[in-house]
């Protein structure tokens, strides 16, 4: 997706292991978000940032936390993974009113 | 509680037929509501946007309608393509900039 790009891709881990996503953009947007997707429930928001340093919680932020140490990067870090948490995990980025949101391709996580 | 109900779960038509995807939402105050449609394996791409005054929003062959009255949005899809095959997701924005509540989807595949 333009603008913004994850990694990796696609991940196994063992439980109990930390594990960093990475989010990039190129947008110089404020605002990143991180979204999980689970079958039978809608896109579930861990955290958000809203500047450099400025983060908060989301709906299901329990086992997870984030960095923003600089505008482009977006850090979703599992400090000690476990199943529950093997998931698709999605960022994305806000601009405003009319562009919107843009979601980054996705990371898909599975924890063993 | 702010809830964004989709309907049908999944459907299946024929190459070149209509299809209407229904949703229902609980959100107050209401910013605005988007359609997204996201291929397998990709991040959620926006289709439209409808803030409270718009009854209705095109993007090619998709036409979504706002009743904010009832609370209730629909997205048109005429002519289907095999390419529509997709989820395609109701998400609601509590107010500017704010969260959003994302619906579980319908799963729409499109049969030649």
């Known amino acids: 997706d333009a603008g913004i790009t994850q990694s990796p891709r696609h991940k196994v881990t063992e439980t109990g292991t930390p594990v960093t996503l990475r989010c990039h953009q190129t947008?110089?947007?404020?605002?990143m978000y991180w979204y999980r997707q689970d079958p039978g429930h809608g896109l579930r928001l861990i955290h958000y940032?809203?500047?450099?340093?400025?983060?908060d919680k989301g709906e299901v932020s329990d086992g997870y936390s984030v960095s923003r140490s600089k505008t482009e990067d977006f850090l979703l870090t599992l400090e000690s993974a476990t199943s529950s948490q093997t998931s698709v995990y999605f960022c994305?980025?806000?601009?405003?009113?009319?562009?919107?949101?843009?979601f980054g391709s996705g990371t898909r996580l599975t924890v063993v | 509680k702010n809830q964004v109900e989709q309907s049908p779960q999944s459907l299946i038509i024929l190459e070149g037929k209509n299809c209407t995807l229904q949703?229902?939402?609980?959100?107050?105050?209401?910013?605005?509501l988007r359609w997204y449609k996201q291929d397998t394996g990709r991040g959620p791409v926006s289709l439209t946007i409808?803030?409270?005054?718009?009854n209705t929003k095109s993007n090619g062959r998709y036409t979504a309608t706002l009743d904010a009255d009832t609370k209730q949005s629909s997205l048109h899809i005429t002519a289907s393509q095999l390419s529509d095959s997709a989820s395609y997701i109701c998400?609601?924005?509590?107010?500017?900039?704010?969260?959003?509540?994302f619906g579980q989807g319908t799963e729409l595949s499109v049969k030649p």
């Open positions: 947008e110089n947007h404020r605002y």
């Open positions: 994305a980025i806000f601009g405003d009113s009319n562009y919107g949101y843009t």
């Open positions: 949703c229902n939402y609980t959100v107050s105050p209401f910013s605005n």
């Open positions: 940032s809203y500047g450099v340093k400025d983060t």
């Open positions: 409808m803030t409270f005054s718009e």
């Open positions: 998400v609601v924005s509590a107010k500017q900039g704010g969260k959003l509540i």
